[in-house]
T-cell receptor
Framework: EAGVAQSPRYKIIEKRQSVAFWCNPI?????LYWYQQILGQGPKLLIQ??????VDDSQLPKDRFSAERLKGVDSTLKIQPAKLEDSAVYLC????WGGGRETQYFGPGTRLLVL | AQSVTQLDSQVPVFEEAPVELRCNYS??????LFWYVQYPNQGLQLLLK??????LVKGINGFEAEFNKSQTSFHLRKPSVHISDTAEYFC???????????FGTGTSLTVIP
């Protein structure tokens, strides 16, 4: 079974530039999550999708971050414009239907450095 | 409010020695508990989880954890570590009524040859 795919693996940009990350979840998984993991911290949930609808985006900085999952499969997370404090690893995860008892499967992450 | 505390940010241990990584949580409702491992430059991988039933949970790679409700703890243990266990370990909780993970800050386990 193929795992969660993310691209790119690494990205370096200057502040105020824009950047986009892509995630393809495990086939058949209805729920998709984006996390931000700052160095030395645990992952923090940014947004959760159930199919193509948003379940939770309470911790997404909506003035600069946006995400979409138009067809309920793959997803894109965008930052525009980027700030220095956005330097982090962005993890995508998926689960079958999103219940609390379920295991989330994580991708390898995209490491972003904002200069 | 929910929170997860991992008391040790770094744990060095000699190969074949036992190890315990500590995790405490606070929550006003029942929770499910998880331990994830993150190897360098990789995503998180589930080690084990407690949902209900027996408080001693066995996971992959010889790890186990014990849920202690009175102490609100879910410590991770392994009787004999290997070099390959060197990684970052994250404890996480999720409310039994919700679906959002709350992760601890992680414990970096370094196994010394």
């Amino acid at each position: 079974e193929a795992g969660v795919a993310q691209s790119p693996r690494y990205k370096i940009i200057e502040k105020r530039q824009s950047v986009a990350f892509w995630c393809n979840p495990i086939s058949g998984h209805a729920t998709l999550y984006w996390y931000q993991q700052i160095l030395g911290q645990g992952p923090k949930l940014l947004i959760q999708f159930q199919n193509n609808g948003v379940v939770d985006d309470s911790q997404l900085p909506k003035d600069r971050f946006s995400a979409e999952r138009l067809k309920g499969v793959d997803s894109t997370l965008k930052i525009q414009p980027a700030k220095l404090e956005d330097s982090a690893v962005y993890l995508c995860a998926s689960s079958f239907w999103g219940g609390g008892r379920e295991t989330q499967y994580f991708g390898p992450g995209t490491r972003l450095l904002v200069l | 409010a929910q929170s997860v505390t991992q008391l040790d940010s770094q744990v060095p241990v000699f190969e074949e020695a036992p190890v315990e990584l500590r995790c405490n949580y606070s929550s006003s409702v029942s929770v499910y508990l998880f331990w994830y491992v993150q190897y360098p430059n990789q995503g998180l991988q589930l080690l084990l989880k407690y949902l209900s039933g027996s408080t001693l949970v066995k996971g992959i790679n010889g790890f186990e954890a014990e849920f202690n409700k009175s102490q609100t703890s879910f410590h991770l243990r392994k009787p004999s570590v290997h070099i390959s266990d060197t990684a970052e370990y994250f404890c996480a909780v999720i409310l039994n009524t919700g679906n959002q993970f709350y992760f601890g800050t992680g414990t970096s386990l370094t196994v010394i040859p």
